[in-house]
Structures are given as structure tokens and as C-alpha cells.
């Protein structure tokens, strides 16, 4: 039972590649009845992805789309649209989703498709961020919940989660302080568009509770 009027619950698809822990996040603030979601199903393009155990552990249907088992992109991107509209979910949510979406599938889509991604973009996009943050010696590292748009963790940035690097640091515990806040952050910005506090139209972000500040800032040591 919800507590929520039936008509402010949106609908998401999540896509994995992994643990899911994210995903799990997303999941423990809807059982706490903190966000007005439901979670229609979750793909992942690798079979034995953790994430997917966590949604049937939650009885929520999965599939898997292999991208080994298409020697096109298209085709798979095809496979997997098809999945997902099947729900006609108001929002797409990777969680730790390891593939790039191709342009003609986020406009087909044409509806927000998340992203979380761990650097303080446009700082660090791609891929071992925490090595990188490292070598550089920063003193701020994060995560941020962006759009997605065609361009590589380049979409609309809509929360940043700042953690401070410790000059003990090494990847497994700034990685592990970073997590958590990503956990944290994500679960804010599904709201912010749930409850119509941020809106999306062509891409781009449009602000309606006029007192936001985008990208919101979160910080946490
Ligand atoms: C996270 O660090 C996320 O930022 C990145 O992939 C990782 C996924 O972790 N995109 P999990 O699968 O949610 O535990």
C-alpha cells in the first residue's frame, strides 16, 4: 500500500551492469515511502550482475540484454528499447549502467534518462575516476546525477555529492566514502523531478521551484 496519490507515482526502468547498490538505494527510499516511484523492471547487459538478484529478491522483473550477443550496437539498443518501453516508464534510471546509449536511442526514448557517475563532473568523466582524482592530488572529489544527453557524462547536471580526499586515501576508500554519498544523492534528484520541482523539456533542465540552485550541492566528510 502507498501512501502516495496513485497519480504522483512516476514509472522508472533501471539498467545495470553490476552490484547495483544504487539501485538498491533508490529501492530502500520507496519502501520508506520517501519517493513517490515505482520500479517497473531492471535490465542488465551482464547476466550475473548482483543488481539483478537484488530485484528479484524484490520480485520486480528483470531481463538481461547481453550486448556480446549483438555484433551491432543498433541491434542492441533496439533489444533494449524495446524492453524498456514495454512499461512506458516516465523515467529511464542507470544505475552503474556500463554501456553508452546511442543518440537515436535517447531520442527515441525522449524522456529523462539519469545518470550517476563518480567524479564532480565536468571534472573526471569516463571511466577509473577515483585513480585519477588520486594522481592528480585534488582535495574535493564526488559524484554527480546528470541527464543524459548524447554527449559522454556531459548531460545536465542536476546534484553534485562532494566528499574531501584524506591524504590517506586510496582508491578502495574514496571510492567507498563516495558510494555512500551517491546513495545519497540520487534518491534526491528522482524527487526533484517527481515532485515537479525540476522539469525536462528537449534536453534540457527547467527549474520551477525558483529557490533551487542547480546543480545542488551536497557535502559530506
Ligand atoms: C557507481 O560508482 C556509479 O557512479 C557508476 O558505477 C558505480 C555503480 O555502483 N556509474 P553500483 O552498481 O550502484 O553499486
Do not use: W
Not at 553534485?160 to 563516495?178: I, T
Amino acid at each position: 500500500m502507498s501512501i502516495f496519490k496513485s497519480h504522483t507515482i512516476k514509472k522508472a526502468v533501471v539498467l545495470l551492469s553490476g552490484s547495483g547498490s544504487n539501485f538498491q538505494a533508490i529501492l530502500d527510499s520507496i519502501t520508506a515511502y520517501e519517493i513517490a516511484l515505482e520500479i517497473c523492471a531492471v535490465i542488465s547487459n551482464v547476466p550475473d550482475a548482483r543488481g539483478i538478484d537484488r530485484a528479484k529478491t524484490h520480485g520486480i522483473p528483470t531481463y538481461i540484454v547481453n550486448n556480446h550477443d549483438y555484433s551491432e550496437r543498433i541491434n542492441f539498443d533496439k533489444a533494449l528499447l524495446d524492453k524498456v518501453v514495454k512499461y512506458d516508464p516516465d523515467y529511464l534510471v542507470l544505475a552503474g549502467f556500463m554501456r553508452i546509449l546511442s543518440s537515436e536511442f535517447i531520442k527515441k526514448f525522449n524522456k529523462p534518462i539519469f545518470n550517476i557517475h563518480p567524479s564532480l563532473l565536468p571534472k573526471y568523466k569516463g571511466l577509473n575516476t577515483h585513480q585519477r582524482v588520486l594522481d592528480k592530488n585534488e582535495k574535493l572529489h564526488g559524484c554527480s546525477v546528470h541527464l543524459v544527453t548524447k554527449e559522454l557524462d556531459g548531460g545536465p547536471l542536476i546534484i553534485q555529492g562532494e566528499v574531501s580526499v584524506k591524504n590517506d586515501d586510496d582508491v578502495k576508500k574514496l571510492a567507498a566514502r563516495v558510494l555512500k554519498v551517491e546513495h545519497m544523492i540520487y534518491k534526491k534528484a528522482l524527487n526533484l523531478f517527481i515532485t515537479n520541482q525540476i522539469t525536462y523539456e528537449n534536453l534540457r533542465v527547467m527549474k520551477i521551484n525558483k529557490e533551487i540552485e542547480i546543480p545542488l550541492k551536497v557535502r559530506m566528510d
